[in-house]
């Protein structure tokens, strides 16, 4: 497992813009499958966006698709996830999650991943 510090989070109206970014620890950062995840209030905990080790095509969930952007430095061990045109039901506490090693089998799975941040809250007011 490696550790995983989300920041970035915010109010921000209806329209606007942020950038979510999570520092990971440990040496082979270019190694993991990443992504990002949220949960609302009263939902379940769904996928937002990944991007594998390879550092191949990223996937993304429809909602999101076309407004938010993964990326990953591996030379500063940093995952972003830039949104923009957010709306109010983007609202939600998003968590960075990592899978450190072995093969993925579904990028979009919530047990595919074996490491997660402690989350940063994100709030679109319309």
């Known amino acids: 497992q490696v550790q995983l510090v989300e920041s970035g989070g915010g109010l921000v109206q209806a329209g606007g813009s942020l950038r979510l970014s999570c520092a990971a620890s440990g040496r082979t950062f270019s190694r993991y499958t990443m992504g990002w995840f949220r949960q609302a209030p009263g939902k379940e905990r769904q996928f937002v966006a990944a991007i594998p080790s390879s550092g191949g095509i990223a996937y993304y969930a429809d909602s999101v698709k076309g407004r938010f952007t993964i990326s990953r430095d591996t030379a500063k061990n940093t995952l972003y996830l830039q949104m923009n045109s957010l709306k109010p039901e983007d609202t939600a506490v998003y968590y960075c999650?990592?899978?450190?090693?072995?093969?993925?089998?579904?990028?979009?799975?919530?047990?595919?991943?074996?490491?997660w941040g402690q989350g940063t809250q994100v709030t679109v007011s319309s």
């Open positions: 999650a990592a899978r450190v090693s072995g093969v993925v089998v579904d990028i979009r799975a919530l047990s595919q991943y074996d490491s």
